[in-house]
């Protein structure tokens, strides 16, 4: 597999910013409907289940835009340490077609099929 050209890498990053601004933007956006839900309402058993479920679902929506943030931060710190688009794993780079489609990819498809057979 060849390595990352110039053109290819600065499209990467391009995607990388935009990405990073989106979860940012919903991270802020969505910080309201996880904040706790207040027992003490006058509301019916099933609105507080609701309630209770959407707040669930939105901080496990919130925990997966944090995690993958942190994924572009390094992305983006790998860039700037010329390392960006090698695999951490084998150090091979990383193929164009799948940093296209996950641009926070941190192993190769090979090296990521291995690690989830191991789970």
């Known amino acids: 597999m060849d390595a ?3 053109p ?3 499209q990467l990053q391009h995607k990388l910013l935009s990405l990073q601004s989106e979860l940012e933007l919903l991270l802020v956006e969505s910080s309201a409907s996880s ?3 207040d027992l003490d309402q006058p509301i019916g058993r099933l609105s ?5 479920q959407q707040q669930a679902m939105s901080k496990a929506n919130r925990a997966g835009h944090q995690q993958r943030l942190v994924l572009i931060e390094a992305a983006l710190s790998a ?9 951490r794993r084998c ?3 990383i193929a164009y077609s799948r940093l296209n489609v996950r641009p926070e990819s941190l192993f190769c498809l090979d ?3 291995k690690s989830e057979e191991i789970r």
Request: hydrophobic share 30%; with cysteine; aromatic share 4%.
């Open 4 to 6: 990352l050209t110039a």
């Open 8 to 10: 290819q890498q600065a």
């Open 35 to 37: 904040d706790t839900v």
């Open 48 to 52: 507080r289940m609701d309630a209770l």
């Open 79 to 87: 860039i700037k340490l010329d390392r960006y688009g090698e695999c």
């Open 91 to 93: 150090e091979e780079p």
């Open 111 to 113: 090296c990521q099929k």
